[in-house]
């Protein structure tokens, strides 16, 4: 009897409909490709993508492979075959065989558009952003994250999320740090599989990210937080020992290193090309005659941020091999705008002299101390790369970046005609502001207003409805022409900020 009845049990489960948890993804599109992001809610099936355009046959595509337990239930999948500056709507579902077919199943849907060949002087419209839901600062019990409904509202041709679209290490209580009421993270900070995967899927069940992420398709980037506070393959443990800190309070275990757990739990949510076993995901995305982004992995090989940063001693951020292709694929690129993509600001001091500076500059125009070599960041490797730009007389270029938590533009004059850097953030997180930067690439502040709190402490005492209304998302729009506006708007997409710059051809 037993075994007769297991089988019916069996096949009771397996006819079970799967169906779609956390909405669906699409990302890296290029003229002829795009990865397709979902996840269900069992194991044993296939992900089905169904893709319709106006100007072309429906096509359909299947994983290669079934959902997991190890995988946490999500798919991936590269569709090919596409036609160029072309929107698609697709579908997708999940079931245990591989003919196609979404019929009287649970479905996701969304839209994503195809790139414009390189040689179309097609008009193109990025929006940036990062941090989310860092300091306590979660989903509102009411209002989510809604900074993602402006930013969906936007139909941009690629969202760029810029790192830091977790916080792994912080939590989100029933009352946020801002005093209001939140949807509870089922989660303690990230110290196994488990706990990563929570953090992710707690972002991601926000129905105004899911909004968002149908209508956009989206370059996924990361920062620090989807492992833990200022991390690097040399210092992800909790705590941070190279600092000197000792006695990790649980859930961390002394020296566990948490990169493989982040990696590997960041490509299962998110549209990644990119695998474990082929991690990596630094590259260039070409948007017709105009944009080319140069998306980097500031984490995965940098050299401990406390090390000396000399001249003689070549300390890295992006690793060898990064900043080769990076100067080189500059070098060979004919776009009109060179967009990089770096989680990690260029003039604002980010980390602490103790732990070891974070982002590219070592803070020496800060209030932190004097002018030295000796406090870390990774300075010498940037001028090496904006020099690099020079001798390849690169003249539009627009680093876009994120991390800090309060928006702030850049001009950089002296390095080149039209170099600028947008600084975004928060989505949703805690804010940050700060008043002093470093002045080694005499950058010119473009502020885009007043700004409230002066610091992490008072804006504590302001309550979420009126922190929200620092909270802001960027936008780069490139015309047909070629010129291009940057702004930085609000949690109502209101521009606090923009300029409409020309660029410069020869
Ligand atoms: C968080 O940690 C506490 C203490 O170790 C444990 O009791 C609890 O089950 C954990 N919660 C989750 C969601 O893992
Ligand atoms: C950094 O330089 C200082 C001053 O020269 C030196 O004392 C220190 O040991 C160096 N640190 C490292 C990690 O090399
Ligand atoms: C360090 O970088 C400089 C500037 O790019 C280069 O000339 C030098 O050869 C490098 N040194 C080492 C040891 O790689």
Known sequence: MLPLL???????????PFTVTH???????????????????????????????????????VSDETTSANGDYTMRLVATGLAAATEYSYVVCFKAGTEPGCDGLDTGDGIFRTAAPKDVAAAVKIVWGGD???????????????????????????????????????????????????????????ANLEAFRAHWAYNRGDALFVEFLEGT???????????????????????????????????????AKLTPLALQTMYEWNPFSATVEEPRHYGSFRYGKHVEIFRLDTRLYRDANLLNDTTYFNKTLLGIEQKLWLKNAIAESDATWIIVQSSVPLSIPTGSIRTGRDGWTNG??????????????????????????KAAGVKNTVWITADVHFAEV???????????????????????????????????????????????????????????????????EISESGSLKISV??????????????????
């Open 410 to 476: 850049f001009e950089y004059p002296e390095w080149a005609p039209n170099f600028w850097e947008g600084v975004v953030g928060p989505l949703n997180a805690g804010l940050f502001p700060k008043q002093e930067f470093d002045m080694t690439l005499g950058g010119v502040q473009r502020r885009f207003g007043p700004f409230g709190p002066e610091s992490f402490d008072a804006s504590v005492e302001l309550g979420y409805d009126e922190v929200l209304k620092w909270m802001n998302y960027g936008v780069l």
């Open 489 to 506: 708007k609000d949690v109502n997409g209101m521009p606090v900020y923009e300029n409409t710059v020309e660029p410069m051809f020869q």
């Open 132 to 190: 989310l839901a860092g300091q306590d600062v979660c989903r509102d019990a009411q209002k989510g994250f809604p900074i993602f409904r402006p930013m969906a509202d936007e139909s941009a041709d690629v969202g760029v999320l810029s790192g830091d679209m977790i916080y792994a290490d912080n939590l989100c209580s029933a009352t946020g740090l801002y005093g209001n009421a939140q949807v509870l993270g089922d989660f303690n900070q990230s």
């Open 217 to 255: 398709q989206v370059l996924v980037a990361w920062d620090d937080h989807e492992i833990v506070n200022d991390a690097g393959p040399s210092h992800d443990t909790r705590p941070n020992r190279a600092a000197g800190d000792v006695d990790p309070e649980p859930p961390y275990a002394p020296d």
């Open 364 to 389: 020496d125009a800060s209030s932190d101390g004097p002018n030295t070599a000796t406090m870390g960041g990774f300075e010498q490797e940037l001028l090496e790369i904006i020099d690099a730009f």
């Open 23 to 61: 909405g669906v993804g699409a990302g890296e599109a290029t003229t002829s490709t795009v990865v397709i992001w979902s996840r269900t809610d069992g194991a044993g099936a296939y992900m089905h993508v169904s893709m319709t355009a106006a100007s072309s046959e429906p096509l359909a595509f």
């Open 6 to 16: 297991i089988l019916a049990l069996v096949a009771a489960a397996q006819a079970q």
